[in-house]
């Protein structure tokens, strides 16, 4: 029987810490006044002790209410930061949300599942041609 493959729950997170958007555009209006007309209602922000994984362990806790942790074969975690560049920040999360063998970074190299991404192709700078 082939396993089940695909993505089967997510998860949301969202700081609870509000900053009214008018506060926004008046800290702003030197530069563009015309922000104050965007500024309607509030915007969520993380607080000081908040970064991108202890949002990821919180939604990931979310999905996975009510799933057996040892069912999870894998962990995905994207993120534009991350805090740290030498660590598998996937395994923090997964280790947090109680997964402990399914992490799969994002990095070059999964080392739990051998995959490797491709390396990136350089761009070639544009042939100049002689000038007659």
Wanted: glycine share 12%; hydrophobic share 35%; with cysteine.
């Amino acid at each position: 029987m082939q396993p089940e493959i695909g993505i089967h729950g997510f998860g949301a997170y969202i700081p609870r810490l509000r900053v009214e958007r008018a506060a926004i555009a008046s800290a702003h209006a030197w530069l563009n006044p015309g922000l104050k007309s965007l500024a309607r209602s509030s915007r969520s922000t993380c607080g000081s002790d908040e970064d991108a994984l202890t949002m990821a362990a919180a939604a990931a806790r979310e999905c996975l209410a009510g799933v057996k942790r040892q069912d999870i074969g894998r962990l995905l975690l994207g993120a534009t930061t991350t805090p740290f560049a030498n660590r598998s920040n996937a395994g923090i999360v997964a280790a947090a949300a109680g997964c402990r063998g399914a992490p799969c970074g994002t990095g070059t190299r999964c080392r739990s599942h051998g995959w490797r991404r491709k390396p990136e192709r350089r761009l070639q700078p544009p042939v100049q041609g002689r000038r007659s």
